[in-house]
């Protein structure tokens, strides 16, 4: 069974640890963009199945990001990517791609704390770096 712990939300950028048989199993990353699709990205499922026509009518594209210390297993990664396929909103003006990184020292480096570990993640796949923020600015839900 797979089970998601949000462990950081910002307004562009969620990050999520995914659980299998009670041990970590990746962390997905999910941008949203807010730009279009770029060319090297056309060759990316499920963009590459598109014609050009509903290509060129994407405004916006989502990244999912899928990161281990070691390849996943094919099930794996096909039931990562299904899940957060169906996880972001895509209509005919919006979609995303999808694609894993192996990390090799993802769990080996002791990060002084969380945001180090994320920002080490994010330069792996050529994202934008966490900038310092206070506690108050964590995005939680909450009934208060």
């Known amino acids: 069974m797979m089970r998601l712990s949000r ?7 969620e990050i999520f640890s995914v659980m299998k048989d009670h041990q970590i199993l990746c962390y997905v990353i999910i941008e949203d963009t807010r730009k279009p699709i770029m060319e ?7 963009l590459c199945d ?18 281990n210390d ?10 990562v990517k299904s899940f957060f396929a169906d996880f972001v909103n895509h209509t005919n003006l919006t979609n995303f791609i999808t694609r894993d990184y192996v990390l090799k020292d993802l769990y080996d480096v002791d990060d002084e704390n969380d945001i180090m570990f994320f920002n080490r993640m994010l330069r792996h796949i050529g994202a934008d770096e966490v900038k310092e923020f206070d506690d108050r600015n964590w995005i939680y839900l909450s009934q208060d």
């Not at 070691?70 to 039931?79: G, I, N, V």
């Open 7 to 13: 462990q950081l939300k910002f307004r562009d950028l």
């Open 40 to 46: 090297e990205d056309r060759k990316l499922e499920p």
């Open 50 to 67: 598109m014609d050009e026509e509903d290509i060129q009518a994407i405004l916006n594209v989502f990244h999912i990001s899928i990161i």
């Open 70 to 79: 070691e390849t996943l297993s094919e099930a794996d990664l096909t039931m």
